[in-house]
């Protein structure tokens, strides 16, 4: 899953791609490097990011989408939160929702996921954005991740989204310490073990860059790649980059040397 940024304040990427034909030529970029599927956000969910109203984050969105699904044949999918956000993406070509509130933050998103018969990806968060960091804490963060997510697929079904569609994301760095990112990608089998696929979204983020001492997000690449490695080991089905042409190699080396094993 390649990330399109249409922010000005993403953590790693904001204001590169704010244009619509800044966006659109990235998207293209993404596709020839090899992503599977582009994932299209208008609002940073940065740790302290500032909320964007809908009919601005419609704005930047839409007339990307629509452009990238008539150049691409590559799915896309709309990173927001807001219903009325989806429903205009799903409505322009889109046909998957990411929803880093797993459909909690607007009452009426599991019913537009519902009725467009649209794959969603629930993602775990505490608090919001602009809270979640503030001191979280856990007992058994893989144990109450895995609770989480399970409910949050029950009542996904239970609204009316076909269970098929539905993709879970740990949501590393949303409401966590290093520790605890670093514990469930120790742990991603016993994610990956809930019966949904598993998205799993680790690309440039802080917790690698206080592992690896690299300030910049763009000096995170390895660290992102390593995850990735650990990913594709521990059976998940997508992983969210922003480096996607380093990781489709990475993915392709390691899908030989495992058609090898015995």
């Excluded at 800044?22 to 990011?49: C, K, M, N, Y």
Aim: one cysteine or more.
């Amino acid at each position: 899953m390649g990330i399109l940024n249409v922010t000005p304040d993403s953590f790693s990427d904001g204001g590169l791609f704010f244009s619509p034909a800044q966006a659109i030529s990235q998207g293209q970029r993404l596709a020839a490097a090899g992503a599977d599927l582009l994932d299209i956000g208008g609002e940073s969910t940065r740790p302290g990011a500032k909320p964007v109203s809908s009919e601005e984050e419609c704005e930047r969105v839409v007339p990307v989408i629509e452009a990238l699904a008539r150049a691409l044949p590559l799915p896309l999918s709309i990173d927001t939160s807001k219903a009325a956000v989806a429903e205009a993406a799903l409505q322009a070509g889109a046909c998957m929702v990411n929803d880093v509130t797993a459909l909690r933050g607007d009452a009426r998103m599991a019913a537009v996921v519902a009725a467009a018969q649209a794959d969603v990806v629930l993602m775990h968060m505490r608090g919001t954005p602009r809270t979640m960091q503030q001191r979280p804490r856990y007992r058994d963060v893989v144990s109450e991740v895995a609770r989480f997510l399970r409910q949050a697929a029950r009542q996904a079904v239970q609204a009316g989204i076909a269970r098929e569609r539905i993709w879970l994301d740990p949501g590393l760095g949303f409401g966590k310490t290093l520790a605890h990112n670093l514990q469930l990608m120790a742990e991603l089998k016993r994610l990956t073990s809930l019966g949904f696929p598993l998205v799993l979204g680790a690309s440039r983020k802080s917790f690698l860059g206080q592992v690896m001492n690299a300030p910049d997000p763009g000096g995170r690449l390895a660290g992102s790649l390593a995850c990735a490695a650990t990913a594709f080991a521990q059976g998940v089905r997508m992983v969210r980059v922003h480096d996607v042409a380093e990781t489709v190699q990475l993915v392709r080396v390691l899908s030989a040397i495992e058609q090898q094993r015995p």
